[in-house]
């Protein structure tokens, strides 16, 4: 996942957006060690359960990623 976000990161993209469903708390952990802020909550369509579920929107900006993650050696 880091390394993903520092590919995007280290292209130009300004912010990743993200969320999961309320209960999900593995991804929601996930995003939370790399750096993702919870931005709303809204209801989507969980096509698992044939129905809405309420949701979390996240963000994570290049600035935020930049300021916490390690700078590798170049």
Do not use: W, Y
């Not at 912010?15 to 802020?37: C, T, Y």
């Not at 969980?46 to 170049?74: K, W």
Request: glycine letters at 10%.
């Amino acid at each position: 996942v880091e390394a993903v976000l520092e590919h995007l990161f280290e292209g130009g993209t300004a912010a990743v957006r993200a969320g999961a469903f309320v209960g999900n708390h593995p991804s929601l952990r996930i995003q939370e060690k790399m750096g993702f802020a919870a931005t709303g909550r809204r209801l989507l369509p969980c096509l698992a359960l044939g129905r809405d579920l309420p949701h979390i929107d996240t963000q994570l900006t290049r600035e935020r990623f930049l300021a916490r993650a390690p700078r590798s050696a170049s």
